[in-house]
């Protein structure tokens, strides 16, 4: 059951007493009582490891609770400032996260997984993402831009080959869609794959990767057919050691600093036969088969960005005083709070009944994967901005995180 796998993969944390302001989420229950709940079995969808049954409302507080005390642990303010400076990512993070469980929440128990689902999934992104936003970013890539893609299309062999390093941390995944001038626009991409003896031989340069710079494992897509359109395009597992691959460049970014994105190039990058992933010209359905969810999950990010915007905002306004008393007595300051936490909360409910809808009823509605993000983003931004305001020149000096939190 979800519950008995929770607590056995998360009981490997230590637990921190530390506290954070402002926590807004579900109480915590022990995990004796968590073997008590009843589940409500439903039946895999094609988006579920087989015989998936969607977790609890107690496995998912017991989650959250956990994820927060490997948070408190390992990505502390100090951390996540200085992945921001330094714009390079913690890599001994990934095996942390591994041996967390926290890096296949949606895949197969045979391979390493916790198969809790995307509820689940969205937990372990929020909370990241409430400490760091570029942190969790990195996540969210390796672990269902790749691990989910491989989980919905891989074979089991495929599977057996490149999931378990995958979930460990012990290698690192990305996915390699977007081109310079081929953005949401999939079709106008222009690296190419060959049929050769064996397998194919791949031609191109991808953009905007995530991981790309540090990646082992790249799920990649390419024109087998260029005249065929959509109905050209092909989905291959490329290993990162292979010939002819490489990473051009590292991009500075705005935002998102420490989330190593680069340039990826490959110049006549052979890909064996048992490397496709998927059906050969069915890449633009591997493509859509995970987008929804991905979107899914990444709406969770802006979510722990606003919580970690009012943790910023919150104690301060209190700490902080104008002639003689606290700025949260002013009313406008109040006010202000009062429209970061209804935002918070309006985008929380959004995304995880849309999540909700997806592990117990199987039911994925585009349009609301899509608003999810939207409105989350949206509001994400607002609260970063209000952030700085409650915090007055404080928010813009780098000694406090509200500057980061926005570019985040």
Request: aromatic share 6%; glycine share 10%.
């Amino acid at each position: 059951m979800a519950s008995f796998k929770a607590v056995r993969a998360l009981a490997r944390l230590r637990p921190v007493a530390v506290s954070r302001a402002a926590t807004i989420a579900p109480p915590s229950s022990s995990p004796a009582a968590i073997q008590h709940i009843h589940h409500r079995r439903t039946y895999a969808s094609k988006k579920h490891p087989q015989g998936f049954e969607a977790p609890s409302t107690a496995d998912l507080a017991e989650l959250r609770e956990r994820v927060q005390e490997f948070v408190r642990r390992e990505i502390t303010e100090e951390v996540a400032s200085h992945t921001d400076r330094s714009n390079a990512f913690p890599n001994d993070m990934w095996p942390k996260l591994g041996e967390a469980g926290f890096l296949g929440m949606t895949a197969d128990e045979e391979v390493g997984g916790l198969a809790m689902g995307y509820q689940a999934h969205c937990i372990v992104m929020e909370e990241l993402s409430r400490a760091s936003g570029s942190i969790a970013l990195s996540y969210a890539a390796h672990s269902q831009l790749c691990v989910n893609q491989l989980q919905l299309n891989g074979s089991a062999t495929q599977k057996e080959k490149f999931l378990p390093g995958l979930i460990a941390g012990t290698k690192i995944g990305a996915l390699a869609m977007s081109e310079s001038g081929a953005g949401s626009d999939v079709v106008s991409m222009r690296t190419t794959a060959k049929k050769v003896d064996g397998g194919y031989v791949l031609n191109g340069t991808k953009m905007w990767i995530t991981n790309g710079p540090d990646a082992d494992v790249v799920v990649v897509y390419a024109k087998t057919r260029p005249d065929a359109g959509s109905k050209g395009i092909t989905a291959f597992i490329v290993d990162a050691k292979a010939e002819g691959f490489s990473c051009a460049r590292k991009l500075d970014k705005m935002g998102m600093r420490g989330s190593n994105t680069g340039e990826l190039v490959f110049e006549s990058v052979f890909v064996p036969d048992e490397h496709v992933l998927g059906a050969v010209d069915g890449g633009v359905r591997v493509l859509m088969e995970g987008l929804d969810l991905e979107r899914l999950v990444l709406s969770a990010g802006p979510l722990g960005l606003m919580q970690a915007s009012l943790d910023v905002a919150l104690p301060f306004t209190h700490q902080r005083k104008q002639f003689g008393s606290p700025i949260a007595h002013n009313q406008l300051v109040q006010g202000k709070l009062a429209d970061m936490y209804t935002k918070l909360q309006a985008a929380r409910a959004y995304t995880y009944a849309t999540a909700r809808a997806v592990d117990e009823e199987g039911t994925i509605r585009t349009q609301d994967c899509a608003g999810a993000i939207l409105y989350a983003a949206e509001r994400a931004t607002e609260c970063a901005l209000d952030c700085i305001q409650l915090l007055g020149g404080m928010g813009y000096v780098e000694e406090m995180p509200a500057s980061r939190i926005l570019r985040e």
